[in-house]
């Protein structure tokens, strides 16, 4: 059990969902985000910090044994929105962890680092990036620098590419990318306590009928996701027509996000 988790970005979706269930990982929790995250419950610690201030972040990762890199921007917005978080925050972290004695790190990386693979397509770990937008491209940033810290100087990073994290999948194309909160728990636990981790890849989904993803490069963290989508395809199909075939929602891994145009500032 680590003594000290940070989570990152513990005011966004993620974060909420997860807040409170990790005790069993850690016996203390650092809370952090840019806005206000509430009073700190029992064992939890909350520090407010903005990811592009590096001498924020090095205080922030001090003292902490595990690290879950949720923080940043997670839709897709212009590049000088992107930048602070996303890349400037990322390699803050990284070498904020270097010197403080390279904590293992769970990165939310996102399936829009893949998203222009089409969704006859099954992925394994070692597929060629093609991301679907800038947000897609600050991941694959993030991952690259994850690589790269591990390979220079041994620091282990689980990259994982997460689908669509929410009690319960949104529409059609969540069916296949859906992790249930309950199977994202379960994955950080492995995580944090595998003997070995390196840097693998790991796709974020539950064990979904129609997923689209293949996590047997990944499987020595003795991961098994419990839950399926499947349970809740007719509760979608009676809430809304599926997409059209053309509609990127219906081709695209990335989906909607494949259609975002390239945001100005």
Request: charged share 25%; proline share 5%; with cysteine.
């Given at each position: 059990?680590?003594?000290?988790?940070?989570?990152?970005?513990?005011?966004?979706?993620?974060?909420?969902?997860?807040?409170?269930?990790?005790?069993?990982?850690?016996?203390?929790?650092?809370?952090?985000?840019?806005?206000?995250?509430?009073?700190?419950?029992?064992?939890?610690?909350?520090?407010?910090?903005?990811?592009?201030?590096?001498?924020?972040?090095?205080?922030?990762?001090?003292?902490c044994?595990?690290?879950?890199?949720?923080?940043g921007?997670?839709?897709?917005?212009?590049?000088?929105?992107?930048?602070?978080?996303?890349?400037?925050?990322?390699?803050?972290?990284?070498?904020?962890?270097?010197?403080?004695?390279?904590?293992?790190?769970l990165?939310?990386?996102?399936?829009?680092?893949?998203?222009?693979?089409?969704?006859?397509?099954?992925?394994?770990?070692?597929?060629?990036?093609?991301?679907?937008?800038?947000?897609?491209?600050?991941?694959?940033?993030?991952?690259?620098?994850?690589s790269?810290?591990?390979?220079?100087?041994?620091?282990?990073?689980?990259?994982?590419?997460?689908?669509?994290?929410?009690?319960?999948?949104?529409?059609?194309?969540?069916?296949?990318?859906?992790?249930?909160?309950?199977?994202?728990?379960?994955?950080?636990?492995?995580?944090?306590?595998?003997?070995?981790?390196?840097?693998?890849?790991?796709?974020?989904v539950?064990?979904?009928?129609?997923?689209?993803?293949?996590?047997?490069?990944?499987?020595?963290?003795?991961?098994?996701?419990?839950?399926?989508?499947?349970?809740?395809?007719?509760?979608?199909d009676?809430?809304?027509?599926?997409?059209?075939?053309?509609?990127?929602?219906?081709?695209?891994?990335?989906?909607?996000?494949?259609?975002?145009?390239?945001?100005?500032?």
């Amino acid at each position: 059990m680590l003594d000290k988790l940070l989570i990152t970005g513990a005011a966004g979706g993620l974060g909420t969902l997860l807040r409170g269930r990790l005790f069993h990982v850690a016996t203390s929790v650092r809370l952090s985000d840019m806005v206000d995250i509430g009073a700190a419950g029992e064992n939890e610690e909350i520090l407010r910090c903005d990811l592009s201030d590096r001498a924020a972040v090095a205080a922030l990762v001090e003292g902490c044994d595990g690290i879950l890199h949720l923080g940043g921007v997670s839709v897709e917005k212009s590049f000088d929105e992107i930048l602070p978080a996303n890349l400037v925050g990322v390699y803050n972290l990284y070498e904020a962890a270097r010197a403080s004695g390279l904590p293992r790190i769970l990165f939310a990386s996102s399936n829009h680092t893949i998203g222009y693979y089409t969704q006859d397509t099954h992925l394994d770990a070692d597929v060629p990036l093609r991301p679907d937008g800038l947000y897609g491209v600050s991941k694959c940033f993030g991952e690259a620098v994850a690589s790269l810290y591990h390979d220079k100087f041994g620091q282990e990073t689980a990259i994982v590419r997460i689908g669509s994290c929410f009690p319960e999948p949104r529409d059609h194309r969540m069916l296949s990318t859906w992790m249930s909160p309950d199977d994202f728990v379960s994955l950080i636990d492995c995580v944090f306590r595998a003997p070995r981790l390196g840097c693998p890849v790991i796709w974020g989904v539950s064990d979904n009928d129609s997923r689209w993803w293949d996590n047997s490069a990944a499987a020595f963290i003795g991961w098994r996701p419990k839950d399926n989508s499947d349970v809740f395809r007719q509760k979608i199909d009676a809430a809304m027509a599926r997409p059209a075939a053309d509609a990127p929602d219906a081709v695209y891994q990335g989906g909607k996000f494949t259609a975002e145009p390239i945001h100005r500032s």
